[in-house]
């Protein structure tokens, strides 16, 4: 199973840490990506990290804001968003691939095999 931590209500400018840590099912996963879903639109790939390499991707709206790294003693991935918009509100899932991911397909959900239950991350003054 995928547990996902860490969102909660800030202002913007704010950060929020983020963490996914897998159990259960660990062995031979390529990669962990976040997603994310605001009210009304599209779940949407926002950032994904290759576990055997640490090879990360991110969606353009958050290069520079949010940092995905990985502990793999842990099996944990984290999402550190950093100067967080209104637009940044969303809920945000994890998701586990076994295959391979590239930049281009980081966004198809139906790459992913695992999928965890969201957070809510809110950005609000």
């Known amino acids: 199973q995928l547990q996902a931590s860490g969102g909660g209500s800030v202002q913007p400018g704010g950060s929020l840490r983020l963490s996914c840590t897998a159990s259960?099912?660990?062995?031979?996963?390529?990669?962990i990506a976040w997603f994310r879903q605001a009210p009304g639109k599209e779940r949407e790939g926002v950032s994904c990290?290759?576990?055997?390499?640490?090879?990360?991707f991110y969606k353009d709206s958050v290069k520079g804001r949010f940092t995905i790294s990985r502990d793999n003693a842990k099996n944990t991935v984290f999402l550190q968003m950093n100067n967080l918009k209104p637009e940044d509100t969303a809920v945000y899932y994890c998701?586990?691939?076994?295959?391979?991911?590239?930049?281009?397909?980081?966004?198809?959900?139906?790459?992913?095999?695992?999928w965890g239950r969201g957070t809510l991350v809110t950005v609000s003054s």
């Open positions: 998701a586990t691939s076994y295959g391979y991911i590239t930049r281009a397909t980081m966004s198809r959900a139906s790459l992913y095999d695992y």
């Open positions: 259960g099912f660990t062995l031979d996963i390529y990669a």
């Open positions: 990290i290759a576990l055997t390499d640490g090879t990360t």
